[in-house]
């Protein structure tokens, strides 16, 4: 992407896909500077198994010779059934490259799931803006019902939040209701609140950080410049009544409209530029 003249990228993993980028993110370092933000939809962070099988289980199979030797996911269509038109839901995909039934994996990569969501759970370290985003219910069974149209069917919700909002200082979690393992498969109502939920992003949380900066450049290079220490209250002056002390209630609240006055004004500007230079900013 380098090459073909990308120098802002924002990557986005779905499932296995979003344990992949997260742990790209935490220990490819030198590669990463092109990378701006990334976007998770139901990431793999945790096996949703026993505890028995989770504790003890999967770290044995993990760390046994035989890497080639397969095991079975088991034999649901469940999750299938709630994506397809032909049996419960409205997509038409080759089956032969997203299959029905889940195909049998190797220990080989197991142990490679095992040890990267180890590793994240121990020193995730993802420095660029996360949107984590996952439905706000599992359901369980591995025959279809009408539950598995409307929650994750594959992963527990729970975990993925757990373990999601260690990856990085700077985490956005967004619960959607009704959503499916894969968001962007949901039904249309669902799925068009997850394009929104992408689009709009960056959060009100990190537009704050950039109101900060701006609101110290002001005061750095115009107020302080002018009026030295005491540019808050020359500045005041003119809506100052004479009789009124600083200390008195009329005061502070005229100082505290005053500034936020000037506050929404740098702000206005502020996500003006922002909305306008989105793609650029992150």
């Known amino acids: 992407m380098a090459r073909e003249g990308y120098d802002k990228v924002v ?3 779905h499932s296995t896909g979003g344990l992949t980028t997260s742990y790209y993110m935490t220990v490819h370092r030198a590669d990463r500077s092109q990378v701006k933000a990334l976007v998770l939809n139901s990431p793999f962070l945790d096996w949703n198994l026993s505890k028995f099988q989770e504790k003890f289980l999967v770290p044995f199979v993990s760390v046994l010779p035989f890497k080639k030797m397969k095991i079975s996911q088991g034999m649901s269509r469940a999750y299938a059934e709630s994506l397809l038109s032909k049996y419960h839901g409205e997509w038409d995909y080759n089956t032969d490259w997203k299959l029905e039934v889940s195909p049998s994996v190797t220990i080989g990569w197991i142990s490679a799931i095992h040890k990267a969501q180890r590793f994240l759970k121990k020193k995730a370290d993802v420095e660029v803006p996360v949107l984590l985003m996952h439905s706000d219910k599992s359901v369980y069974g591995d025959t279809w019902t009408a539950e598995h149209n409307a929650g994750d069917g594959v992963l527990d919700v729970k975990d993925i939040s757990k373990y999601g909002k ?44 950039y109101e ?22 020359e500045l005041l002056k003119p809506f100052v009544p004479k009789n009124a002390k600083s200390g008195t209630q009329l005061y502070s609240w005229i100082k505290a409209i005053y500034f936020c006055f000037l506050f929404k004004m740098f702000r206005t500007a502020l996500y003006s530029n922002i909305i306008m230079n989105y793609g650029k900013e992150i």
Do not use: Q
């Open 11 to 13: 990557l986005m993993g």
């Open 212 to 233: 900060l900066v701006i609101y110290k450049a002001v005061y750095k290079n115009v107020l302080k410049p002018l009026f030295g220490k005491r540019y808050k209250h």
């Open 166 to 209: 260690r990856l990085g200082a700077d985490v956005t979690e967004v619960g959607v209701a009704d959503g499916l393992h894969d968001l962007i498969l949901s039904r249309k109502d669902v799925r068009e609140s997850v394009y929104r939920t992408i689009f709009e992003w960056p959060p009100r949380k990190r537009l704050i950080k």
